[in-house]
């Protein structure tokens, strides 16, 4: 079984958004996945054949996908989210 080489792991804002980005190659093939740093739920997986494609690929559909998310505060009383 093959191992993930070239791994790398950092923290990043993406449309207002704390997303970690997590890159490796694997049979030749880099692929990243970016997901919601919380509560981690994964956001897009992408595929290139460089890391930087690979990462621009994956950024760019974060992207359009974490612009549509709506915020909204928690409604008035609300105190099971913290600091609200």
Do not use: H
């Not at 190659?25 to 739920?41: F, Q, S």
């Amino acid at each position: 079984m093959p191992k993930p080489e070239d791994y790398s792991e950092r923290k990043a804002d993406i449309a207002g958004w704390p997303v970690t980005i997590v890159s490796y190659r694997l049979d030749g093939v880099y692929r990243t996945t970016i997901d919601n740093t919380d509560p981690g739920a994964w956001v897009v997986k992408a595929e290139g054949p460089s890391k930087a494609e690979s990462e621009a690929k994956a950024t760019q559909e974060a992207t359009a996908l974490l612009e549509k998310v709506k915020r909204s505060k928690p409604p008035t009383g609300c105190t099971s989210v913290p600091g609200f």
